[in-house]
């Protein structure tokens, strides 16, 4: 049952680890900002996005009783249908059919509906078709930049069409029968559009920050007849009234177990409406605010949903195409009628809620890839790690480990890849994999914990002085551990964890501290020594056997120790005349030949212990014969007095 449960567990975190999901264009990205990093070779999704905002706008009623201000609450329904594919591993294709409704409800004044023919006005229909495309330079990385250029064609503005019967005209009217373009969203698409935005995108684990900057041009038509209220005068206007748009859309995403946290803002600039109307305000400037949460609903599907609000100032005078100034007596030029059109694709609404369905897959494993999957894990403890699995070198996406499982996977190209896999706080693999066009492998990484650091100084208690040669190891591990030089600093590298640490040195008393160390630190640790003067006895090359001239040494060791109740360890070492394993026992055999010796005497053999140091710690460099004499030795180390 476990095993089952495992599994289904492991097939939904592979499944999870392909989505890529799409923005409002098709590309991959949040909703309205762009994500750098291409969808992936052999990807694809597809998406149905719906948003619905609501405005409460205040515009002037030309009533049969004058002139009065109202409020009317105006209805804005968007949906995209996108779908996108990436071509290759930097190149990501997708289109965008847009369907659009715009309603105006008008607030109920005495007279009003029977002037205008009622209290709602509707219109509806496909309004506009783009296609986008995306091209990533290195993608394989945290830091990505893109560049995305697209275009668009109206399908619809207002009339009869294919797809839409219009029975209102526009979005209501100034007078009967006429068109009126005082909503955020009047016109219901241009009749051209392009741009191309500049995109980059950054990792930094787990946050990652978008940011989109463009250039847009929208081409708009205009033909309708202004009609002047309570005289019958009218004019026919045909206009096309262009608008270049600078771009900016920034977006920030949190990923999180089975759900992304995401907000987003953008942001229009128009540049042929940089003016204001003598009154401060301005309206050449759109900002919209959208926070929403992402979240998988199995099967491959995922779910947006989001909530807006719009931050620029809207005045339904300023989408009036010169209407007001026409109605005032006036007779605008074609050029003044510009600078009040509609602006392209609408005002943001003062406030909007969306919900999105998206899907995304895997078209098929592209000719010439196989699949490389396993597991990362600690190489001690075996346990699960979240780690990169990175292909230097080639253009493709680094995958990710799951935390739970260390479970991967990733599509990889028929030859020789080369791999990185990398977790905080542990020691990298780097290697090449033979991959073969068609087959999946798997391979298993286990990686071993960065070691920590011990650093300090070894000094003579009394004076301060510095203590060469001086022995500072880890009690378990006597691998890890380092001997001092002439200014008495030691250092060397040890698993992490709880460890005892020991400073000994000849003629003087041993002490041991106790340190945690954690993988990749560094911890200071100093030690002072109490000076006890045992001299040390040497050996001839290739012998443990003591020899004459040393055993007054011995003799007064042994009445010393006897005496004052110590504890002392016997260290052996060697010169480097032979193999290190060789010479590894032959240090042993020193220090157990002078364990043997101290016993006869009436040591304790309880009080005496011994370790041999092979050739790994010389008192001298084995450069010349006279060195050498001095490496083939024996140590007294005192470790305490037990009087």
């Keep these: 049952m476990k095993k089952g449960l495992l599994l289904f567990t492991t097939l939904l975190l592979i499944a999870g680890s392909a989505v890529a999901l799409p923005s409002y264009s098709g590309l991959r990205g949040l909703n309205r900002t762009v994500d750098a990093k291409p969808i992936g070779s052999g990807e694809f999704s597809i998406a149905l996005f719906s948003f619905l905002g609501l405005s409460d706008d205040t515009r002037t009623a030309q009533l049969s009783g004058g002139v009065q201000d109202v409020t009317d609450t105006e209805y804005n329904g968007t949906w995209h249908i996108t779908a996108g594919v990436g071509l290759s591993e930097k190149f990501e294709i997708a289109g965008r059919v847009t369907y659009v409704w715009n309603c105006l409800h008008r607030e109920s004044v005495e007279g009003r509906e029977d002037l205008i023919g009622g209290q709602n006005e509707n219109d509806d229909g496909f309004s506009a078709a783009n296609l986008f495309l995306k091209y990533s330079f290195n993608p394989e990385s945290d830091f990505v930049f893109g560049i995305m250029p697209w275009a668009g064609f109206g399908i619809y503005s207002g009339g009869d069409s294919p797809y839409v019967t219009n029975y209102n005209q526009f979005d209501g009217v100034w007078y009967p029968e006429q068109p009126m373009f005082e909503m955020r969203r009047s016109m219901i698409a241009s009749d051209l559009s392009a741009g191309i935005d500049l995109l980059a995108s950054i990792d930094l684990h787990p946050v990652v920050l978008h940011t989109n900057v463009g250039y847009h041009y929208f081409k708009q038509n205009f033909q309708f007849t202004d009609v002047r209220y309570g005289t019958g005068d009218s004019v026919a206007v045909d206009m096309d009234v262009e608008d270049p748009v600078i771009h900016v859309a920034m977006g920030i995403e949190y990923p999180m177990t089975g759900l992304t946290l995401f907000a987003e803002a953008e942001w229009r600039h128009f540049l042929n409406r940089d003016f204001e109307d003598g009154n401060g305000e301005r309206y050449d400037d759109m900002i919209i605010v959208q926070p ?125 890849v080369s791999v990185a896999v990398n ?30 650091t011990v ?40 698993d992490e964890g ?25 911890v200071a640790l100093d030690f002072q020594l109490q ?10 090359v290739n012998e443990y056997n003591i ?58 053999a309880s009080s005496l212990s011994t370790i041999g140091y092979g050739e790994s710690m010389p008192a001298a460099p084995n450069t010349s014969a006279a060195n050498k004499a001095l490496n083939r030795r024996a140590e007294f180390v005192v470790l305490t007095i037990n009087n």
Aim: proline share 5%.
């Design 455 to 494: 650093m300090g100084s070894v000094t003579d208690i009394e004076t301060g002085l510095a203590i060469s040669g001086a022995t500072v190891a880890a009690t378990d591990d006597p691998a890890a551990s380092d001997r001092t030089g002439t200014d008495g600093l030691y250092e060397f590298s040890v």
């Design 547 to 604: 020899q004459s001239e040393y055993t007054s040494i011995l003799d007064a060791i042994a009445d010393n120790i006897i005496a004052n109740g110590l504890s002392v360890q016997i260290s052996g070492y060697a010169d480097d005349d032979y193999t290190e394993e060789y010479n590894q026992i032959l240090s042993e055999n020193r220090a157990e030949a002078v364990f043997d010796y101290l016993v006869d005497l009436g040591v304790s």
């Design 292 to 416: 929403g949460l992402r979240f998988p609903i199995g099967g491959g599907f995922s779910c947006d949903v989001v909530g807006a609000f719009g931050l620029d100032t809207f005045d339904p005078e300023w989408s009036d195409l010169g209407h007001r100034f026409y109605q005032e007596g006036g007779n605008p030029t074609d050029e003044t009628r510009a600078d009040f059109a509609p602006f392209p694709e609408g005002y943001y609404p003062a406030m909007g809620v969306g919900v999105n369905l998206m899907y995304s897959g895997t078209i098929a494993a592209a000719p010439g890839t196989g699949i490389m999957s396993g597991t990362v894990t600690d190489a001690r403890t075996g346990e699960a790690l979240e780690a990169t699995v990175a292909f230097p070198g080639n253009a493709i996406e680094p995958a990710g480990s799951d935390a739970e499982t260390g479970f991967y996977s990733a599509e990889l190209p028929e030859g020789s």
């Design 531 to 540: 000076s006890v003067d045992f001299e040390p006895i040497y050996f001839i």
């Design 498 to 522: 709880s460890c005892a640490v020991t400073a000994s040195a000849s003629g003087y008393l041993s002490t041991t501290e106790s340190v945690d160390i954690l993988s990749g630190d560094m």
């Design 423 to 452: 977790s905080p706080g542990y020691i990298g693999v780097n290697e090449t994999v033979s991959v073969d066009g068609g087959v999946d492998f798997t391979n298993d990484y286990a990686l071993q914990p960065e070691p920590g």
